[in-house]
């Protein structure tokens, strides 16, 4: 693995947001949830999906505080542009469980 600088990291915004409406989405290749999620002020809402049906169904999502990336370009999935790259970590099977504060924290507040 290559090293970065600190200035790289700093490069990167992961913020904080809470999941406002989640929904199936069937169109994607993997199984996926379409998700929107709001940043505070200064970011707004922004949507994208993910491929978390393992452990997430999209009504148990709703008001979940969740990290993602803010600053990549939008991407093409399917008939959705995915704004945003919510952040997980992959249990012994390879599933994805999300990342989020264990308090409530501001909306939008980048992580340090």
């Not at 915004?13 to 199936?24: F, N």
């Not at 491929?51 to 093409?76: C, D, S, W």
């Amino acid at each position: 693995m290559d090293n970065i600088s600190f200035d790289d990291f700093l490069k990167v915004d992961v913020r904080c947001g809470t999941i406002l409406r989640a929904e199936p989405f069937p169109e994607a290749r993997k199984p996926a949830i379409k998700m929107w999620i709001d940043f505070g002020e200064e970011i707004g809402e922004r949507k994208t999906s993910a491929q978390i049906t393992a452990h997430y169904a999209p009504e148990n999502l709703v008001g979940k505080q969740v990290m993602a990336v803010v600053n990549f370009p939008p991407r093409q999935i399917g008939p959705f542009m995915s704004e945003v790259l919510v952040l997980g970590l992959p249990d012994e099977a390879g599933n994805i469980v999300l990342i989020g504060p264990d308090q409530d924290v501001p909306q939008g507040g980048r992580m340090h």
